[in-house]
């Protein structure tokens, strides 16, 4: 049973396009949610997070939005750039006593072409 | 300069045997944890740990075990009975006193079996 879904397993992008890589949860108890990039080889990298008291979260090109009844979540990038091909990951996770565990998505690859 | 070191990048196991994975961090963070990443999957949890000689069990525990002797170490340790041991696994932690801090992960080590 994945509580955290990507759905789409990669997506190609022109450079100085927007990317939008979509994430989908079942779980009522996540409360707070997480992008993470990473590159072959490394480890992941945080880029971005959302508070379930939030819909919406910007940090330079990355915009976080969120939309808890949909069980939603969305990340744009913009303008892409080819630095920016990777996995992105998403991740949620609940507060209280979960201990700061995470549950991740399968991750999308994002290739950004010059 | 503060990060998570893991070690070895890449081990190679035989049938039957048992290795150990390092994970070292100096960020003073009180909560540790061990995934495994398959091709085209996210991130599965084997153990978390929330503070020194205490850990749980994650998602995916079977055939693994970790101690925590220290704050800054957190090994792994894959047994003869993990079956299906080949796989990139991440360490990561987080200040545990803050909710909702996102994990900061380490490179990684490859296992293959030989």
Same mark, same amino acid.
Not at chain 1, 80 to 98: E, L, W
Not at chain 2, 77 to 84: E, F, L, R, Y
């Given at each position: 049973?994945?509580?955290?879904?990507?759905?789409?397993?990669?997506?190609?992008?022109?450079?100085?396009?927007?990317?939008?890589?979509?994430?989908? &949860?079942?779980?009522?108890?996540?409360?707070?949610?997480?992008? &993470?990039?990473? &590159?072959?080889?490394?480890?992941?990298?945080?880029?971005?997070?959302?508070? +379930?008291?939030?819909?919406?979260?910007?940090?330079?090109?990355?915009?976080?939005?969120?939309?808890?009844?949909?069980?939603?979540?969305?990340?744009?990038?913009?303008? +892409?750039?080819?630095?920016?091909?990777?996995?992105?990951?998403?991740?949620?996770?609940?507060?209280?006593?979960?201990?700061?565990?995470?549950?991740?998505?399968?991750?999308?690859?994002?290739?950004?072409?010059? | 300069?503060?990060?998570?070191?893991?070690?070895?990048?890449?081990?190679?196991?035989?049938?039957?045997?048992?290795?150990?994975?390092?994970?070292?961090?100096?960020?003073?963070?009180?909560?540790?944890?061990?995934?495994?990443?398959?091709?085209?999957?996210?991130?599965?949890?084997?153990?978390?740990?929330?503070?020194?000689?205490?850990?749980?069990?994650?998602?995916?525990?079977?055939?693994?075990?970790?101690?925590?002797?220290?704050?800054?170490?957190?090994?792994?340790?894959?047994?003869?009975?993990?079956?299906?041991?080949?796989?990139?696994?991440?360490?990561?932690?987080?200040?545990?006193?803050?909710?909702?801090?996102?994990?900061?992960?380490?490179?990684?080590?490859?296992?293959?079996?030989?």
């Amino acid at each position: 049973d994945q509580q955290v879904k990507q759905n789409s397993p990669s997506l190609s992008v022109q450079e100085g396009r927007i990317s939008i890589l979509n994430c989908d &949860y079942t779980n009522s108890m996540f409360d707070y949610f997480l992008w &993470y990039k990473k &590159y072959p080889a490394e480890g992941p990298t945080f880029l971005i997070s959302i508070s +379930s008291i939030k819909d919406k979260n910007e940090d330079g090109r990355f915009t976080v939005f969120l939309n808890k009844s949909a069980k939603h979540l969305s990340l744009h990038i913009v303008p +892409s750039q080819p630095g920016d091909s990777a996995v992105y990951f998403c991740a949620a996770g609940a507060g209280g006593t979960s201990y700061g565990k995470l549950t991740f998505g399968q991750g999308t690859i994002l290739t950004v072409h010059p | 300069d503060g990060g998570i070191t893991q070690s070895p990048k890449y081990l190679f196991r035989k049938e039957g045997q048992n290795v150990t994975l390092s994970c070292e961090q100096n960020l003073n963070h009180d909560a540790m944890y061990w995934y495994r990443q398959d091709p085209g999957q996210g991130l599965r949890l084997i153990y978390y740990s929330q503070i020194v000689n205490d850990f749980q069990k994650g998602d995916i525990a079977e055939g693994y075990s970790v101690s925590r002797e220290k704050k800054e170490s957190f090994p792994l340790t894959v047994t003869s009975a993990q079956k299906n041991p080949t796989a990139f696994y991440l360490c990561a932690s987080r200040p545990q006193q803050v909710m909702a801090q996102p994990q900061h992960f380490g490179d990684g080590t490859r296992l293959s079996i030989l």
